[in-house]
């Protein structure tokens, strides 16, 4: 089986905080197969939750996105694993914290 190619993404990159790096980050990062129409519904639902409900300067924890995430996928009868969703959000918030201002700490 050939190795998959990989390429280097930076959160110093300019737009490192958008959509299509976001989704170059997760597919780089998970080894299974995430389709357009799930990475779609799980962006759709992060950045609601991310825009509407931390906001700027409020704390980021994980498990609160995980389940506001889950749940957004439930309410869309998107069927994606708990443990799937669990890897793409943690692969979300470990850029974040690298990308200068993301996440104010």
């Given amino acids: 089986m ?3 190619e990989r390429k280097l993404i930076s959160p110093y990159e300019e737009d490192a905080f958008s959509e299509p790096v ?7 990062n998970v080894d ?11 962006n759709d639902v992060f950045a609601e939750c991310w825009n509407e409900h931390i906001g700027v300067g409020s704390d980021v ?16 009868d998107m069927l994606i694993s708990d443990e799937h969703v669990v890897k793409i959000v943690n692969v979300i918030l470990d850029f974040l914290s690298k990308v200068p201002g993301a996440i104010i700490q």
């Fill in 2 to 4: 050939k190795a998959k």
């Fill in 22 to 28: 976001l989704h170059e980050v997760v597919k780089e």
């Fill in 32 to 42: 299974f197969t995430l389709t357009d129409s799930q990475w779609i519904a799980i």
């Fill in 61 to 76: 924890y994980a498990n609160d996105i995980i389940g506001y995430v889950q749940d957004g996928l439930k309410e869309q």
